[in-house]
């Protein structure tokens, strides 16, 4: 079964709000959360690193005070997109790092995705 | 983190064996070889993983030569569902790391009937 779960698995806003994607880790406690976007035909871009209890890693390129990353509990990080426009539409994954059920602690899970479409 | 290089596309037949293969030259000691699968509009699932030599699991087999610098993947009669793109990434696993996972182009695998 799903061990990442993101929540909502789509969403369409309209242009200038502000959306909240969250990632949860299910039966296990994730050190490490990462955020993806992907565009259609496109790879995953990886969009920053978050561990729980300090400020999230962005990658270059990537507008911290635009895509806002928390990491409040070992289970949950959530990526607000923050006066969202039309090309921030896309597909956005989390992955989430830690020790399941026996496995190495350093195995990563990613979850189903988030499409936002921004109208 | 090493540089990927994988065919873009790839066609196949239902039953047929798939062999998908990525180069990565510039793989460092501690790095292992991972493979993901992606569906449309779904997240990446973890396929295999390996250091050298050979792995097995219930759905692919990884062959890694000695020089580490390309690795197969093989995925024994494919069927319709295993049409996705298949991601080849390299990086070290270790409690230290940063976890980073740095996916490129992957190889859009499509079985026909």
């Known amino acids: 079964g799903a061990v990442v779960s993101q929540h909502p698995s789509w969403v369409i806003c309209k242009s200038g709000t502000s959306v909240k994607i969250e990632c949860r880790s299910l039966?296990?406690?994730?050190?490490?959360m990462f955020w993806y976007r992907q565009f259609p035909k496109q790879s995953l871009m990886l969009m920053a690193t978050?561990?729980?209890?300090?400020?999230?890693?962005?990658e270059q390129g990537v507008e911290k005070d635009k895509f806002l990353i928390n990491h409040a509990s070992l289970t949950l990080s959530t990526l607000t997109v923050t006066s969202a426009h039309p090309e921030d539409s896309s597909f956005y994954i989390c992955?989430?790092?830690?020790?399941?059920?026996?496995?190495?602690?350093?195995?990563?899970?990613f979850g189903p995705g988030t499409r936002l479409t921004v109208t | 983190l090493a540089k990927t290089t994988q065919p873009i596309s790839m066609d196949s037949y239902e039953g047929q064996e798939v062999n998908i293969t990525c180069s990565h030259n510039n793989i460092a000691t501690n790095d292992y070889i991972t493979w993901y699968q992606q569906f449309p509009s779904q997240g990446p699932r973890f396929i295999i993983q390996g250091y050298k030599t050979k792995v097995t699991n219930e759905v692919a087999s990884l062959f890694i030569p000695a020089d580490r610098k390309s690795s197969t993947l093989s995925l024994p009669r494919v069927s319709l569902s295993d049409t996705a793109v298949y991601y080849c990434l390299v990086g070290e696993l270790t409690r230290s790391n940063t976890g980073k996972l740095i996916f490129g182009q992957g190889t859009t695998l499509q079985v026909k009937p």
């Open positions: 039966d296990f406690q994730a050190t490490t």
């Open positions: 992955s989430a790092r830690g020790r399941l059920r026996g496995r190495p602690d350093y195995e990563q899970y």
């Open positions: 978050s561990n729980e209890g300090s400020k999230a890693t962005y």
